[in-house]
């Protein structure tokens, strides 16, 4: 069992850019695959960014790829969102998430979820 929370969302500009972390409890941290999903009003759930145990595989959205880096502190038993760039597209809520299987960019893959933190990217 693992419990996330995320935070470090806010309001920016577009172009700016923000770091969200989200700080996972337990021991087991560095076995679980973590990603971090996003969810704008009237849509679907949809997979940004996804790292492995061992940070040695990660997996970008198209939308995202270039602009925004997946990153991990399995001492910290956090995981990190660096944002750059960002657009006005990418306003939504995002959530952490966590799971024992593989990198998986479906929300289905995934056992764990923090409660969302809201970007709002202003244009």
């Known amino acids: 069992q693992v419990q996330l929370v995320e935070s470090g969302g806010g309001l920016v500009q577009g172009g700016g850019s923000l770091r969200l972390s989200c700080a996972a409890s337990?021991?087991?941290?560095?076995?679980?695959?973590m990603g971090w999903f996003r969810q704008a009003p009237g849509k679907e759930r949809e997979i940004v960014a996804a790292?492995?145990?061992?940070?040695?595989?990660?997996y970008y959205a198209d939308s995202v790829k270039g602009r925004f880096t997946i990153s991990r502190d399995n001492a910290k038993n956090t995981v990190y969102l660096q944002m750059n760039s960002l657009k006005p597209e990418d306003t939504a809520v995002y959530y952490c998430a966590a799971t024992t299987s593989g990198l998986g960019s479906s929300t289905t893959d995934y056992n764990y979820w923090g409660q969302g933190t809201q970007v709002t990217v202003s244009s």
């Open positions: 790292i492995s145990w061992t940070g040695s595989r990660r």
């Open positions: 337990g021991r087991t941290f560095s076995t679980y695959t």
